[in-house]
């Protein structure tokens, strides 16, 4: 089982940067597509970003693009999310999951499509 946890959560003002991070508890990230995933307060799941094992990136336009960057460094077995301008709304709980194959695919904002779950960093942006 791919167990993964997330860090790098925090309170931040408006407009600052977090860095988050996905590792896994054990074994390799290596072999399966990564997403972040974020719950705002009373909001739905949303896919904000992910990452093949080949280095495909997909954003979600409305919330991520032009912001946020998806990277996946394999010597440090680690994905990350770096976050920048950030906004109030930004506020949520942030987790990365583990798609069953390489790729994000099309349909990679679907939360059904991961199947690994980390439990997730909170994330604060104070305006």
């Known amino acids: 089982h791919l167990g993964l946890v997330e860090s790098g959560g925090g309170l931040v003002q408006s407009g600052g940067s977090l860095r988050l991070s996905c590792t896994p508890s054990?074994?390799?990230?290596?072999?399966?597509?990564i997403g972040w995933f974020r719950r705002a307060p009373g909001k739905e799941r949303e896919g904000v970003s992910c990452i093949s094992t080949e280095g495909d990136i997909h954003y979600n336009r409305e919330t991520a693009e032009g912001r946020f960057t998806i990277s996946r460094d394999s010597a440090k077995n680690t994905v990350y999310l770096q976050m920048h301008d950030l906004k109030p709304e930004d506020t949520a709980v942030y987790a990365c999951?583990?798609?069953?194959?390489?790729?994000?695919?099309?349909?990679?904002?679907?939360?059904?499509?991961?199947?690994?779950w980390g439990l997730g960093t909170q994330v604060t942006v104070s305006s």
């Open positions: 999951a583990a798609r069953s194959l390489p790729m994000c695919g099309e349909y990679w904002t679907a939360a059904k499509e991961f199947i690994n």
């Open positions: 054990g074994g390799s990230l290596e072999y399966f597509a």
